[in-house]
Every structure is written in structure tokens, then in C-alpha cells.
């Protein structure tokens, strides 16, 4: 009770003092809370594993049989274990692993990577992969990128739209301060497509294959060492990539009956676009995505005001 009593004899007997305390604690957690990093995912260790295995050539029930079951049987004894599940599709195994969240993560690698050596698998399967999801991979942003009007309708309109995201808006955003990379998914990418006409090259008997190798050894861009004159050494490299469809067309492949066979002699050069592999949309039509991922330490909420 005496206690209490001479706590309370001194604040009132100390006001100013007391008043400074309160006054120092508000200008300090002022200034602090405006330096308190912000961030959509805070760092957290995740205790999951995923492991990967790579079976080129394999069907989904072929990994499933040789390489997602046995690996299954000798990880599903490690300590600690929650959860175990897998995915097993054409060429790919993935076994997912989950811990408790008081599982000490560096012991569960070691002990996966341990009972991994015990495992048995094809010889054409691949070394076994340990991946770690870490949420701060994710993008902080999500942009689209979409156009009216004629200019952007049709395949033409998503090369447009493609050549827009990668050039300009891209290169735009990779120098904020904040940004570690920008990625550019959806649309067309461009692509030089050259189409051989099988007739043709039966009669000049020339291979498909000498052709994918005459092309890749004139479209080169090489070092080729240093030249030393006096005290400056200057850097040489061999510059010999195509600039052009002409350039492509008036390759000579071979000779035939003493004459130079080119690319135009046997097939076509043309522009074209890369196989898709994604379709975005906004609005119900199609876009491009733009991607933006940011530094480690990097405040992610002055992040996006400085991209928008």
C-alpha cells in the first residue's frame, strides 16, 4: 500500500518531469512509426518443402509409379511432418512437404536430403531439387496494359501491345528506386519464323537440320579477346548477328550443281509470334501484364506510389 502511495506522492510531486516523459515517448513513436517498414507479406519462414523431380520423356502415371511414390515412402518418416502431398504430371514430380511451425527448417533439409540418398530412381529422372516458397518471390503490383481502337485488334494489336510493355513501360519502371525487376506476361512476342519447303530441300538434299545449323553459325556475337597496342588493350568481338529478313534470306546453306543454295531458295523468312503460353484479359479483353517485383528492404507501400 506504502508502495502505491509513494508512486502516486510522486507524480504529482514531479508533474513537469512526468509531462517530459509522456511528450518523449509521443515524439519518439511519431518519428518511428514513420519509419516502421511496410510490407504486404512480413518475413516469415514457411515450413514447407517442396521437392522436384524432372523425368523428361515420362507420362503422369510413369512419375507417379517411379519417382513420386518412392520418394513419398522415404521422406514420409521425417520428423516433425504435418502434411505430405504430391503432383505428378507429364516429365514433372512435385512432392510437397509441410512441417509444424515449430520444426526447425535447417534439420528438415538435412534430414530430406538424407533420406533422398536412399531413394532409387530411373536413371533418365533427374537430381531431385529442394525448393523453398519464400512469399516475398511474389510481385507487389500487378499492372494491365490494354488499347482501343483498330491499332490494337487482332494479333498485330497484341504485338503492339507486347512491343508498348517491353520498351517503354518496362524500361520506365525498372529504374524506380524500389524495383528489383519488372516481368511482361501476355500478348504476342515477336519472333522471326523460317518455313522450309520440304520439296525444296529434298531436291537440293539438304536437312532440315543443316539449316537450324548454318543460321545459328552466321548469327553469332562473340568475344574474341583483346588486342594490345602500347598500353591500351582494346576488347574485340565478332558482330555477325542478322539485322533483317534479307540478311536471313540470303544465307547460303550449301552448294548444289555448283551452285549457292540460300535460305530463300528453300523456304520462306517471315515475322511472326512465339507459341502462347498464357492469356490475360481486362474487361473481357485481352491485355498485357505487367509484372513488378521489389528489393528486399524495400518499402512497399512508397514502392507503388512511386510506380503509379
Given at each position: ?7 502516486a506522492s510522486?507524480?504529482?510531486r ?18 518511428s512509426?514513420?519509419r516502421?517498414p ?15 523431380t524432372e523425368?523428361p520423356g515420362?507420362?503422369?502415371e ?6 513420386t ?5 522415404a521422406?514420409?518418416v ?13 516429365d ?9 511451425w ?21 536413371d533418365?529422372?533427374?537430381?531431385p531439387l ?5 512469399p ?10 490494354s ?8 494479333e ?7 512491343r508498348?510493355a517491353e ?7 525498372e529504374p ?9 506476361r ?7 519464323h523460317v518455313?522450309l ?5 529434298r531436291?537440293?538434299n539438304i ?17 574474341g ?20 529478313l ?8 550449301a ?7 540460300r535460305?530463300r ?14 492469356i490475360?484479359?481486362t474487361?473481357g479483353g485481352?491485355?498485357v ?18 510506380v503509379?
Open positions: 500500500m506504502s508502495s502505491d502511495n509513494d508512486s510522486f507524480v504529482t514531479r508533474p513537469v518531469a512526468i509531462l517530459m516523459v509522456f511528450l518523449a515517448a509521443v515524439v519518439f513513436g511519431y518519428f512509426y514513420g516502421l511496410v510490407t504486404l507479406m512480413p518475413e516469415l519462414s514457411y515450413p514447407t518443402l517442396t521437392v522436384r523425368y515420362a507420362a503422369p510413369e512419375v507417379e509409379n517411379d519417382i511414390r518412392p520418394v513419398e515412402e521422406l514420409g521425417i520428423g516433425g511432418l504435418h502434411r505430405i502431398w504430391s503432383v505428378s504430371r507429364a514433372v514430380s512435385d512432392v510437397v512437404l509441410e512441417f509444424s515449430d520444426t526447425e527448417m535447417s534439420d528438415a533439409v538435412q534430414d530430406t536430403l538424407e533420406k533422398l540418398d536412399l531413394v532409387f530412381l530411373p533418365e529422372a533427374e537430381r529442394i525448393l523453398r516458397f519464400d516475398s518471390l511474389d510481385p507487389v503490383l500487378e499492372l494491365s496494359l488499347g482501343e481502337g483498330e491499332q490494337f485488334e487482332g498485330e494489336g497484341l504485338r503492339r501491345l507486347r508498348i520498351l517503354q513501360v518496362k524500361r520506365s519502371l524506380v528506386k524500389g524495383v528489383a525487376a519488372v516481368r511482361v501476355g500478348g504476342l512476342e515477336e519472333e522471326i518455313m519447303d520440304e520439296e525444296q530441300l531436291r537440293t536437312s532440315a537440320q543443316e539449316v537450324i545449323d548454318r543460321l545459328a553459325q552466321e548469327n553469332i556475337n562473340l568475344a579477346g583483346t588486342i594490345k597496342d602500347g598500353r591500351t588493350e582494346y576488347l574485340v568481338r565478332t558482330m555477325n548477328e542478322f539485322e533483317d534479307q540478311q536471313i534470306e540470303e544465307t547460303v546453306i552448294s548444289f550443281e555448283g551452285r549457292d543454295v535460305i531458295d528453300v523456304g520462306r523468312v517471315a515475322y511472326s509470334n512465339k507459341d502462347r503460353e498464357i490475360t484479359r474487361d485481352e491485355s501484364q505487367i509484372e513488378v517485383f521489389k528489393e528486399g528492404d524495400a518499402n512497399i507501400v512508397n514502392l507503388a506510389k512511386r503509379k
